[in-house]
């Protein structure tokens, strides 16, 4: 079991800045994926930005040159610094863990940008 902590969210105007984070916690194997997903509302949960244990990382087309993801693998902990926010980057941000065996979901943190 791994278990998930977020952290960081809030309401911020556009052009605004914000950071995620989260812990994960339990039975943590060493080569793992963590990220970021999201979702506005009335739409479904996608992909914001993923960062491997080697610290592979992959973003969406959309935050790209806005949002940068990083990890503490001694900490088993994943950031997500996101600058430049629009009011369409308001949603409920979700931390991810996975590995070839398991994969968990934090329960979420809100972002609201303001226009």
């Known amino acids: 079991q791994v278990q998930l902590v977020e952290s960081g969210g809030g309401l911020v105007q556009a052009g605004g800045s914000l950071r995620l984070a989260c812990a994960a916690s339990?039975?943590?194997?060493?080569?793992?994926?963590m990220g970021w997903y999201r979702q506005a509302p009335g739409k479904q949960r996608g992909l914001v930005a993923t960062i491997t244990s080697g610290s592979n990382t992959n973003y969406a087309d959309s935050v790209k040159g806005r949002f940068t993801i990083s990890r503490d693998n001694a900490k088993h902990t994943v950031y997500l610094q996101m600058n430049s926010l629009k009011p369409e980057d308001t949603g409920v941000y979700y931390c991810?863990?996975?590995?070839?065996?398991?994969?968990?979901w934090g329960q979420g943190t809100q972002v609201t940008v303001s226009s």
């Open positions: 991810r863990w996975y590995d070839q065996r398991s994969n968990y």
């Open positions: 339990g039975t943590i194997f060493s080569i793992n994926t």
